[in-house]
């Protein structure tokens, strides 16, 4: 069965589903019990586990550097890890901030 699932199931994208719970506001017209129930729904995706004190501050600045950065194209590239730790999430922005900063770089020496 997993066999059959793996190919046709998309893993679930962590930090995607932590920012849809994080941001999702009640609509107009929701009651409250359908909010609730909405939000429990989206809960179910972050797969949460007990963490430490430590690991969830990381966690919690993982995803406000993923959700505050300026640059979408840095965001896009750092949501397609379907895990990614805060240090990870750094290096790869980071890298990849040099290669936009280095294309534009090149493209404004261009004749």
Known sequence: M?????????PKNEILARHLLATRRQQPGE???EYLNILKLLAKEC????VTATE?????IRDAF????QSQCIRQRLLENI???LEAAYTQARSLEIAEKSSH???SSLP
Do not use: R
């Open 2 to 10: 997993d066999m059959l699932e793996k190919p046709y199931i998309a």
């Open 31 to 33: 009651s409250l019990s």
């Open 47 to 50: 797969t949460f586990k007990a």
């Open 56 to 60: 969830y501050q990381e966690e919690m």
């Open 66 to 69: 993923i959700n505050g950065l």
């Open 83 to 85: 895990t990614l730790d």
């Open 105 to 107: 770089t090149y493209n």
